[in-house]
């Protein structure tokens, strides 16, 4: 597997997963009814940003973007959002993608990476996370509507570099 840059080319293969994951209502609360350009516009970061993707034998198997978590005196701190092409799942790719998207925050000389809404019912991201050094630092009660459970919480967590 290799994680590289995303080109606007890898937009059309992103699509379908990104819009599987959105639909389903487990993890983002991206609204439902984007259209391809303007999923493209939230998803494809812009510098100082990133998209990247995992890549095997010219197959996307999932993306994430990056960037600052807030500009001007926020910008020191970095976030990240992945997506995993539901088919690849278990096979380590958010785990490469998680560790690429940390590498390349302390590269670029952020001081931490926090992410703003891991839904508390997602186990598989909290674990994943934790055993990469994050912390839940809080949760926001009932700040996301999952279609199975109703309202659950939504946990900040980060990871100081």
């Known amino acids: 597997m290799i994680i590289r840059t995303a080109d606007p080319a890898d937009w059309p293969r992103i699509w379908p997963f990104f819009t599987r994951i959105v639909t389903d209502g487990q993890t983002y609360a991206y609204p439902e009814d984007l259209t391809p350009d303007e999923a493209e516009a939230l998803w494809m970061e812009q510098p100082p940003g990133r998209t990247v993707v995992a890549e ?3 197959e996307i198997l999932g993306s994430a973007k990056m960037g600052p978590n ?3 005196r926020g910008s020191h701190v970095a976030t990240a959002s992945f997506m995993v092409d539901p088919e690849r799942r278990g096979n380590g790719v958010g785990r490469a993608l998680g560790v690429h998207a940390i590498e390349w925050a302390r590269a670029a000389g952020y001081r931490g990476v926090q992410f703003n809404a891991v839904v508390e019912t997602n ?3 909290v674990a994943l996370w ?3 050094g ?3 630092v809080g949760t926001v009660p009932e700040a996301f509507d999952h279609p ?3 309202f659950v919480g939504l946990h900040v ?3 100081k570099l």
């Open 56 to 58: 095997r034998d010219d």
């Open 70 to 72: 807030r500009p001007g």
């Open 123 to 125: 186990t598989a991201a």
């Open 130 to 132: 934790r055993s990469l």
């Open 134 to 136: 994050f912390g839940i």
């Open 148 to 150: 199975e459970h109703g």
């Open 157 to 159: 967590m980060y990871l």
